[in-house]
Antibody, heavy 116, light 108 residues
Framework: QVQLVESGGGLVKPGGSLRLSCAAS????????MSWIRQAPGKGLEWVSY????????YYADSVKGRFTISRDNAKNSLYLQMNSLRAEDTAVYYC?????????WGQGTLVTVSS | EIVMTQSPATLSVSPGERATLSCRAS??????LAWYQQKPGQAPRLLIY???TRATGIPARFSGSGSGTEFTLTISSLQSEDFAVYYC??????????FGQGTRLEIK
């Protein structure tokens, strides 16, 4: 069965960096676009970034453009999100999700807290 | 940006009754609309895509309808496990995907 498992969240100070990982299994990872989506505490859902199956096409939400970098390693069935210059408003649960014109499978999420 | 507006914000319904949730788009999204269910502490789960197609494993009591700018998610006979927050999401304007703000379905 499809499984997505995020890791790497934690507490970081404003201006700091963090790298999230997502380990995928149960499907041919290299066939799918993948995404990061976040949810601030008590708030709704916001897409953060997409990456194409080969990694050649990438999109970012304006709120993270220039600070976050999405990448993938198809040989390791893994998705990454490098987050730099973190701000308090980046505090959220970050989900990785498989994109199939909609997000059909989601990980359980990893919490990122940006606070001094 | 396409703005998705869900109503009501909170819906109180008794178990066994029908629930009707609405989602409106600020411009046409054709049938490129999905619905998700999210329970506390869990990731969202895909319920409906293409406005009316149930995702794998979703019970038949969940149904979606609509096209263009007006959409509805109907739960025909509420079970205890259905009380959750529901989000609509348009993917017509990919990659600028937008979600509604959510409808909280609570037990009356």
């Amino acid at each position: 069965q499809v499984q997505l498992v995020e890791s790497g969240g934690g507490l970081v100070k404003p201006g700091g960096s963090l790298r999230l990982s997502c380990a995928a299994s149960g499907f041919t990872f290299s066939d799918y676009y993948m995404s990061w989506i976040r949810q601030a505490p008590g708030k709704g859902l916001e897409w953060v970034s997409y990456i194409s199956s080969s990694g050649s096409t990438i999109y970012y939400a304006d709120s993270v453009k220039g600070r976050f970098t999405i990448s993938r390693d198809n040989a390791k069935n893994s998705l990454y999100l490098q987050m730099n210059s973190l701000r308090a408003e980046d505090t959220a649960v970050y989900y990785c999700a498989r994109w199939s014109d909609y997000w059909d499978y989601w990980g359980q999420g990893t919490l990122v807290t940006v606070s001094s | 940006e396409i703005v998705m507006t869900q109503s009501p914000a909170t819906l109180s319904v008794s178990p066994g009754e029908r629930a009707t949730l609405s989602c409106r788009a600020s411009q046409s999204v054709s049938s490129n609309l999905a619905w998700y269910q999210q329970k506390p502490g869990q990731a969202p789960r895909l319920l409906i895509y293409g406005a009316s197609t149930r995702a794998t494993g979703i019970p038949a009591r969940f149904s979606g309808s609509g096209s263009g700018t007006e959409f509805t998610l109907t739960i025909s006979s509420l079970q205890s496990e259905d009380f959750a927050v529901y989000y609509c999401q348009q993917y017509n304007n990919w990659p600028l995907i937008t979600f509604g703000q959510g409808t909280r379905l609570e037990i009356k």
